[in-house]
């Protein structure tokens, strides 16, 4: 089983984000464009585990602690950099609690030998990717200038501030991520509370 740690968006922030993207896609034609309902925002990428770890990372996960925190969601960029893009994607903000999340998250799953991240915790909402290529924030082999967000970054910076409003994250969620040739299709395995 594919799996990964995230959290879900509040209906109201998802059907904004669904209107945004009805609006924006024309401009970008050549890229991969996610589908509304598949948004999160990722804690942790796990990969493959077999179903015997999967309950094992559920039931650390179970000890993790937190609180309720607000979340806002705005504001835009690319990967690695808006001359050689290769994701598109919308500003996740949050006080301390979400990276003290994702870090205890990151702690707990490394207790059951799964690999630390190498990078501070960067939270976003991947929009669009050009092809099939990696979401990752880094430059990678094969990055070059290419113009498939160069339309859209003009009229997205005619448009001034995209704000798609705040949320409060009460969960985290352990998802089952499995691969289609329509994109990857999400399960919800188990909910975590965050006490409020």
Request: aromatic share 10%; net charge positive; no cysteine.
């Amino acid at each position: 089983m594919r799996i990964f740690i995230g959290i879900d968006l509040d209906p109201e922030i998802r059907g904004r984000i669904s209107r945004f993207l009805e609006g924006v896609q024309g401009f970008a034609p050549d890229a991969r464009w996610v589908r509304p309902e598949s948004l999160h925002i990722t804690l942790k990428f796990i990969g493959e585990q077999t179903p015997e770890r999967v309950e094992a990372i559920a039931e650390r996960l179970r000890r993790v602690k937190g609180g309720e925190f607000e979340i806002r969601s705005g504001g835009y960029g690319f990967f690695p950099t808006a001359k050689a893009p290769r994701v598109f994607w919308i500003g996740i903000h949050a006080g301390p609690q979400l990276a003290e999340l994702a870090g205890s998250i990151d702690v707990a799953t490394a207790e059951l030998g799964i690999p630390r991240e190498d990078r501070p915790y960067s939270p976003h909402l991947t929009l669009a990717r050009v092809g099939g290529r990696s979401g990752s924030p880094k430059w990678r082999k094969g990055d070059a200038p290419n113009t498939t967000f160069a339309v859209l970054e003009k009229r997205l910076a005619a448009m001034g501030e995209i704000d798609f409003g705040t949320m409060t994250a009460r969960e985290f969620i352990l998802y089952q991520s499995q691969l289609s040739p329509k994109g990857s299709q999400y399960t919800k395995l188990q909910r975590f509370s965050l006490k409020a």
